[in-house]
């Protein structure tokens, strides 16, 4: 190895740092046994700031740009060095460069449910989850604090202790605003900015700073959720007549669009037929009296009755006009308003006196 080969690997020109991982927030530049040499580059990249640390003490502070080692740009560590007059021979001293991006979607959800008194559906038990972003802010304080003699730190060593911090104010957010959890939904900003307020100070005792903090989601338990369906349901189904019949209308598209031909064509005229019907059953002009009542005077006053002789319905009649046909017997079919369905007459005490006896 020639004197120059030795000089080139023992001296330290260029320091510089190029993240490739991401989620690294603080990288120590270290050779041992090297030392960096008067005049030499210093590479500062966008979003990063590289401080230089003498035996412990943090010095100097360079924002990105390039940047030639001099007394000049050195005040600090010249005047912990002693060098009053500048230097010329190299000198050691530690390097560590701090990512100052925003490092985003940082994940927080509460590990178990957090129980809060809804003003609407009394006490309730509440997950929730979102995400947050994250930045350093004060580097020697973000040093001093959690760096310390790392050679790299990561934005995962310090993920669950910020992740407790920011479950810990949603709660309490949560818990003071009496907001009801079915109103909840339309106020995920406003909370997010409220709990984004009480979290702030918490972050800067580490030198960070929370740039943003989302609520995606805020949920009940699966049987409270199913209860909120149903009743969801109901209210929705309030009116079952009409709720039928949208029924039988969705089932009349879908006949009609299935390809199968006969079959469906003839379950789509069956069931516009009964929609038909009981449209017509609910029809104003009718006042819900049935199909075919436009064309029929209403029934008689007091004991009017029906009875069926053959295929043919009669009616309606007295019970005194009963007796005047001839047609009656105990297996007719008779029916009056009031009776749950047809009933042979002579199960009929009320028509014991009208059956004619078979002579």
């Not at 390039?66 to 740009?73: E, F, G, P, S, V």
């Not at 009609?256 to 038909?276: E, K």
């Not at 105990?330 to 009320?350: I, K, P, Q, S």
């Amino acid at each position: 190895m020639t004197l120059r080969d030795f000089l080139v690997g023992e001296l330290i020109d260029i320091i510089e740092w190029l993240d490739e991982s991401g989620d690294t927030m603080a990288w120590r530049f270290s050779r041992p046994g090297n030392e960096i040499k008067n005049g030499a580059q210093l590479i500062v990249r966008p979003a990063q700031l590289a401080i230089f640390i003498d035996q412990g003490r943090l010095a100097d502070v360079f924002r990105p740009g390039r940047h030639t080692l001099t007394t000049a740009n050195l005040p600090l560590l010249s005047t912990i060095r002693g060098w009053k007059y500048g230097f010329d021979s190299p000198f050691k001293a530690d390097v560590l460069f701090v990512n100052t991006k925003q490092f985003t979607n940082q994940k927080w959800g509460t590990s178990n449910p957090v129980i809060l008194k809804d003003p609407t559906l009394g006490p309730v038990r509440l997950r929730a989850y979102g995400t947050y972003a994250v930045k350093v802010v004060d580097p020697a304080a973000f040093v001093r604090e959690l760096v310390g003699t790392n050679s790299t730190f990561i934005v995962e060593q310090i993920a669950d202790q910020l992740r407790d911090l920011v479950v810990a104010k949603v709660s309490a957010v949560l818990a003071a605003g009496q907001i009801s959890v079915l109103e909840l939904a339309a106020k995920y900003a406003e909370v997010g900015s409220r709990v984004l307020e009480q979290v702030a100070p918490q972050f800067q005792q580490y030198g960070l700073g929370v740039t943003q903090l989302v609520i995606e989601n805020v949920s009940l338990p699966p049987e409270v959720e199913a209860t909120l369906d149903q009743k969801t349901r109901m209210n929705m189904l309030g009116d079952l007549d009409r709720y039928a019949q949208l029924q039988t209308a969705d089932a009349i598209r879908d006949a009609a669009r299935n390809p199968s031909g006969g079959a469906a064509a003839g379950v789509g005229i069956g069931m516009g037929a009964a929609l038909g019907q009981r449209a017509m059953s609910y029809s104003p002009a009718t006042n819900g009296a049935g199909a075919g009542s436009a064309s029929e005077p209403p029934p008689l006053p007091g004991d009017a009755w029906y009875y069926a002789v053959g295929d043919e319905r009669r009616g309606p009649v007295t019970t005194a006009a009963l007796r005047t046909d001839a047609a009656i017997t105990g297996e007719t079919l008779v029916w009056r308003r009031g009776m749950g369905e047809w009933t042979r007459a002579d199960a009929v005490a009320e028509l014991t006196s009208v059956i004619k006896k078979p002579q």
